[in-house]
Structures are given as structure tokens and as C-alpha cells.
């Protein structure tokens, strides 16, 4: 069995890659994958590592804050913000993601993700 924490790391190397672009670590399962905002973003566990490591919708994101983790059964939820890089007139893009890891504990890999976010301006 895997720990809570250690699954909990699991989806914690998901959000640092999301801003290093490097998913080398990240635990995806096979066949993971992603929905966000209703729409399948991820197709397989080298797809969402593919996309993560070379995909120019992450090269936006500039950082991420520490994410509030709850665990229920299988599931870990992660809410966090992140900000994008572009700055214009001290304002910048940022938003605040609600995401769910499948995570089971008896091989502590990511076979699911469920993305919401909301878009804000944040100043800097």
C-alpha cells in the first residue's frame, strides 16, 4: 500500500512540472487521463508527459502556489493557482485550478485527472 503522502507527492510532481516542463518524474499510469473544463486534454501517461515537457500551453505558466490537498479514498484533490508569464500594464494572467488525481493506493501511479479552473488578473 502507498502512503497518503506519497501519494500526495504524486500529484505534487504533476503541479512542479506543470512550471519546470520536465514530467520525467511525474507517475503516470499507462493509460492516464486528463479532462479539463469537460474536454480530454490527456490520452495516455506519454502523452501527458510528452505535452507537459514540450507543449507550449505550459511554457506560459510562470509559477504555481503550494496547492491544499484533500484525500478520499482513491482521490486526491489539489486546489492551487498558477500565473502566467506575460505581464502587461503591472496586471497578469493567473488562475485558480481545481484538479482531482485518481490515485490508488495499491500502485501510487496518476491513472486520472479532473481539471477545473477559473481565470483571473492578478496585479504584480
Known amino acids: 500500500m502507498v502512503s497518503e503522502a506519497d501519494r500526495i507527492a504524486a500529484a505534487q ?3 512542479d512540472a506543470l512550471v519546470s516542463h520536465d514530467a520525467d518524474a511525474v507517475p503516470f499510469a499507462p493509460g492516464c487521463t486528463r479532462i479539463e473544463q469537460g474536454v480530454r486534454t490527456g ?3 506519454n502523452h501527458l508527459r510528452r505535452s507537459l515537457n514540450r507543449g507550449l500551453q ?3 505558466i510562470a509559477a504555481a502556489s503550494q496547492p491544499e490537498y484533500t484525500v478520499v479514498g482513491d482521490e486526491v484533490r489539489a ?3 498558477v500565473v502566467t508569464k506575460p505581464r502587461l500594464f503591472g496586471r497578469q494572467v493567473a488562475a ?6 485518481v490515485i490508488p493506493a495499491d ?3 496518476i491513472h ?3 481539471a ?6 492578478r496585479r504584480t
Open 43 to 45: 490520452f495516455s501517461g
Open 79 to 81: 486546489v492551487y493557482d
Open 112 to 114: 486520472h485527472i479532473t
Open 107 to 109: 500502485d501510487g501511479m
Open 58 to 60: 505550459f511554457r506560459l
Open 116 to 121: 477545473q479552473f477559473r481565470p483571473y488578473i
Open 13 to 15: 510532481s504533476y503541479i
Open 96 to 101: 485558480r485550478i481545481d484538479e482531482t488525481f
